[in-house]
């Protein structure tokens, strides 16, 4: 399971720990990238150097960002034809429900709200991480220019 990178856009220290803290004791191995804010996370996929970077197998997207919030990193990523199909989880503590709705709405393929309690946070990893890096098929996705 360590050969598919996982992109993480998180700008919270403590979610970002803890989420990778929960892929260790899930045994998932995966190469993680962090992004701290929309605008890295944006940078990632479209800014110098981009094409260097590996082509995460899924995104997992905080809504609530510094410089550029996840639901327009969202819209960015779906209207780009090389980044239009790649799996996007909304990992977020909002219990808006418009968050819920709008990130369907953008293209979210997912919306998992954190879990406060550690271990069902840990189990929302583990879940997580079996249907995203072992049972889902990913959808091709280009480098390069978009046409």
Same mark, same amino acid.
């Given at each position: 399971?360590?050969?598919?990178?996982?992109?993480?856009?998180?700008?919270?220290?403590?979610?970002?720990?803890?989420?990778?803290? #929960?892929?260790?004791?899930?045994?998932?191995?995966?190469?993680?990238?962090? #992004?701290?804010?929309?605008?890295? #996370?944006?940078?990632?996929?479209?800014?110098?150097?981009?094409?260097?970077?590996?082509?995460p197998?899924?995104?997992?997207?905080?809504?609530?960002?510094?410089?550029?919030?996840?639901?327009?990193?969202?819209?960015?990523?779906?209207?780009?034809?090389?980044?239009?199909?790649?799996?996007?989880?909304?990992?977020?503590?909002?219990?808006?429900?418009?968050?819920?709705?709008?990130?369907?709405?953008?293209?979210?393929?997912?919306?998992?709200?954190?879990?406060?309690?550690?271990?069902?946070?840990?189990?929302?990893?583990?879940?997580?991480?079996?249907?995203?890096?072992?049972?889902?098929?990913?959808?091709?996705?280009r480098?390069?220019?978009?046409?």
């Amino acid at each position: 399971m360590n050969d598919k990178t996982i992109l993480l856009i998180e700008d919270n220290p403590d979610d970002e720990m803890l989420t990778l803290r #929960a892929f260790r004791n899930n045994n998932i191995h995966n190469e993680v990238k962090v #992004a701290h804010d929309g605008q890295q #996370a944006l940078d990632y996929f479209f800014g110098e150097g981009a094409s260097e970077n590996a082509v995460p197998v899924v995104v997992l997207l905080d809504l609530k960002l510094p410089k550029i919030d996840g639901l327009e990193v969202l819209r960015r990523l779906r209207a780009d034809e090389r980044t239009m199909l790649l799996p996007v989880v909304i990992l977020t503590s909002s219990m808006e429900e418009q968050d819920l709705i709008s990130s369907y709405r953008v293209g979210a393929n997912s919306y998992i709200r954190k879990p406060v309690d550690f271990s069902q946070f840990m189990e929302a990893i583990r879940q997580l991480g079996l249907y995203w890096l072992i049972l889902n098929e990913q959808a091709p996705v280009r480098r390069g220019q978009p046409k």
